[in-house]
């Protein structure tokens, strides 16, 4: 069915265990994980959190990670591609 296959699909590109989801909401015109590979973020880590080698806009908790060590990859790889390339990602988690 469309639904099996839609499943798999995802199974296949998003990253499995421990994770905050998708970090940030694509750009027109662009994909937010291709953005972060591209300034070599894919697969960084701090502590126990990390952007996935995966699916570079997913953030992996690895173990126990901090509040601050996710944040930290967040706004590291927003400043990153908007140095890069000028976009500024928005959040699709909410921050509270």
Do not use: C, W, Y
């Not at 173990?63 to 959040?91: C, T």
């Amino acid at each position: 069915t469309l639904k099996d296959k839609a499943l798999k699909n995802a199974r296949s590109n998003q990253p499995s265990g421990a994770s905050f989801g998708s970090i940030f909401k694509n750009p027109k015109n662009h994909f937010a994980g291709h953005l972060i590979e591209a300034v070599g973020l894919k697969g960084f880590s701090k502590g126990e959190a990390m952007l996935s080698d995966k699916h570079a806009n997913f953030l992996i908790n690895k173990k126990n990670a901090s509040f601050e060590d996710a944040f930290f990859l967040i706004e590291l790889a927003r400043k990153k591609v908007f140095e890069e390339f000028g976009i500024n990602l928005e959040n699709e988690v909410i921050i509270i």
